[in-house]
């Protein structure tokens, strides 16, 4: 981008600012320097993973559900700082920086820990389904560190990756799996009946969905954009 297309740029987002100026909300929002809510929101997202890792972990009654409610608090988390950033145009790079990765850390500790309780996976179907689990979260962690390193070559080339459809449904189907993951393994840990079998059934297809999805969405990112690789 061009230093004159930067400056407009800057004229036309602190004239779209200027609008917010007497919205309170907005004032608040703002906060000081780089520290705006947005990045407060993603730095609290990076907070929770630790403690969703402690209480998944800790051994009292119904932790995996108190887990399950950190973790939703910080995929909640991540659903209102994009929104607050681009309606009061407060975007920053260091909220395109920390952003992208709170997401794909808090999901990737998620699906790891999940495997470290096979009977999550296996408790129903037999040993053959951690392995699948296991290659699929490692499919799952290769396309994050795949086109993570392609939106950098772009990103030098100038470019601009846009999230393409596979990549949204890809996001809202892991993010579904690790929900109905964790209440399935919070029921089976207080009564390993006949509800948690369900519920464990539909976490795993949404869980191998989202696998396809994250393939389908890897597949996509490079075909549309292999012209990168041969600047």
Known sequence: MSQENRTEENSVKKSEQSGFENDK??????????MNLPNKLTISRMVMIPLFALMFYLTFTAH???????FAAASLTDL???????????????????????DKVLVSTA?????????????????????????????????????????MVAADAGVVIAADKFGKYKTVF?????????ISAGITEL?????AQVVN??????FAVAIVLTVLSGINYIVKNIGILKK
Do not use: H, M
């Not at 059934?201 to 949404?206: A, D, T």
């Open 201 to 206: 059934y539909i976490g795993l297809v949404l």
């Open 25 to 34: 909300f907005y004032k608040f929002a703002r906060g000081k320097g780089i």
């Open 80 to 102: 209102f700082d994009g929104k607050i950033a681009r309606k009061y145009n407060l975007v920053t790079n260091l909220g395109k920086f920390l952003d992208p990765i709170a």
């Open 111 to 151: 699906f790891i820990l999940l495997l470290t309780k096979a009977w999550v996976f296996t408790g129903f179907l037999g040993s053959w389904a951690l392995i699948v689990a296991g290659c699929g979260v490692a499919l799952i962690l290769a396309r994050e560190i795949i086109i993570s390193g392609f939106r």
């Open 64 to 70: 995996f559900f108190v887990a399950l409610a950190v």
């Open 191 to 195: 009564d390993a009946g006949t509800a």
């Open 174 to 182: 892991q993010d579904a799996s690790v929900v109905v993951l964790l």
